[in-house]
């Protein structure tokens, strides 16, 4: 499975972006979803998951009520809706999928990974 994401550039707080990731090829499997992003000099971290029929939903608490994840299985992409941005969720986010059927922010758990897309928040 190979992972695009999109949908990065730069914004100035209180604005909106969404994010998209569109896998490769359609998989028998049922995989489940995850956006995670790094900033510089931080280690990467979890920022929401999404089971494969969409009825789960996990959020890191720093974007819980502004972040929102969901999923067109039959496009094969996720969305992260960003809303209310800060200059702290300056970071390249990434897409994960995982064949675990809840996999919400463990790392481990994902095995497969998109190359990143950078969001920049200005103040």
């Known amino acids: 499975v190979q992972l695009q994401a999109s949908g990065g550039g730069l914004v100035q707080a209180g604005g909106s972006l969404r994010l998209s990731c569109v896998s490769s090829r359609r998989s028998s499997r049922d995989y489940s979803m995850g956006w995670f992003r790094q900033a510089p000099g931080k280690e990467r971290e979890f920022v929401a998951a999404?089971?494969?029929?969409?009825?789960?939903?996990d959020y890191a608490d720093s974007v819980k009520g502004r972040f929102t994840i969901s999923r067109d299985n039959a496009k094969n992409t996720v969305y992260l809706q960003m809303n209310s941005l800060k200059p702290e969720d300056t970071a390249v986010y990434y897409c994960a999928a995982s064949t675990t059927t809840r996999a919400r922010g463990v790392m481990a758990l994902y095995d497969y990974w998109g190359q990143g897309t950078q969001v920049t928040v200005s103040s």
């Open positions: 999404i089971t494969w029929l969409g009825n789960l939903k």
